[in-house]
């Protein structure tokens, strides 16, 4: 079992920069592969970035390859999400994910983070 818990969301200007975070806690959390999505109201939920239990391997939707950087600590247990040049599009609530198999199918979710890019 999993628990995910993100931070770091908030407001800014197009062009600008946040970071998230997402703390995970459990027994067996450094064995699984975690990523992001997002949500936009009346949009389906896409997959954003992802990256392998050793933290050498990561992939990224089109839309943000070459502005977002995802990646974890020496410990496993904590991923992040370096955003920049963000634009208005981006504006979603953003989910921290886990899975033991596959990230594109994950068991575990977060709550969710609102992140809101203005024109």
């Known amino acids: 079992q999993v628990q995910l818990v993100e931070s770091g969301g908030g407001s800014v200007q197009a062009g600008g920069s946040l970071r998230l975070s997402c703390a995970a806690s459990g027994r067996t959390s450094s064995t699984y592969t975690m990523g992001w999505f997002r949500q936009a109201p009346g949009k389906e939920r896409d997959f954003v970035a992802g990256i392998s239990r050793s933290g050498g391997n990561t992939h990224y939707a089109d839309s943000v390859k070459g502005r977002f950087t995802i990646s974890r600590d020496s410990a496993k247990n904590t991923v992040f999400l370096q955003m920049s040049s963000l634009k208005p599009e981006d504006t979603a609530v953003y989910y921290c994910?886990?899975?033991?198999?596959?990230?594109?199918?994950?068991?575990?979710w977060g709550q969710g983070t609102q992140v809101t890019v203005s024109s």
């Open positions: 994910a886990a899975d033991a198999f596959t990230i594109r199918t994950p068991r575990y």
